[in-house]
């Protein structure tokens, strides 16, 4: 089976930058997007960065200019980089890919998340 496993998260100060990463693995026949979102507590899980197999990227105004998506096919692998990062950037992020898989059916899959905290 297809698994997402994220690393990157921890605690950072106001104006500090952290680098998350997201490894698929399993039986994987490509990987049509990826994607990041947030949860913060009592709020809905959002959109914070997307890319799509051809590179195309897409932030919300929120994150516009501090955050960047990038991936790497060759190890299935997505990256988030933040800079400038804002105590109302603490969430738990996660991380989503649709995956085609060995059996050639497509799925959404998400990751187990990683805690991301701005202190102030």
């Known amino acids: 089976q297809v698994q997402l496993v994220e690393s990157g998260g921890g605690l950072v100060q106001a104006g500090g930058s952290l680098r998350l990463s997201c490894t698929a693995s399993?039986?994987?026949?490509?990987?049509?997007?990826m994607a990041w979102y947030r949860q913060a507590p009592g709020s809905q899980r959002d959109l914070v960065a997307a890319?799509?197999?051809?590179?195309?990227?897409n932030y919300p105004d929120s994150v516009k200019g501090r955050f960047t998506i990038s991936r790497a096919d060759a190890k299935n692998t997505v990256y988030l980089q933040m800079n400038s990062l804002k105590p109302e950037d603490t969430a738990v992020y996660y991380c989503?890919?649709?995956?085609?898989?060995?059996?050639?059916?497509?799925?959404?899959?998400w990751g187990q998340g990683t805690q991301v905290t701005v202190s102030s």
């Open positions: 399993g039986s994987i026949f490509s990987i049509t997007s």
């Open positions: 890319i799509t197999v051809g590179g195309y990227t």
């Open positions: 989503f890919a649709k995956i085609t898989s060995g059996t050639m059916s497509e799925n959404r899959y």
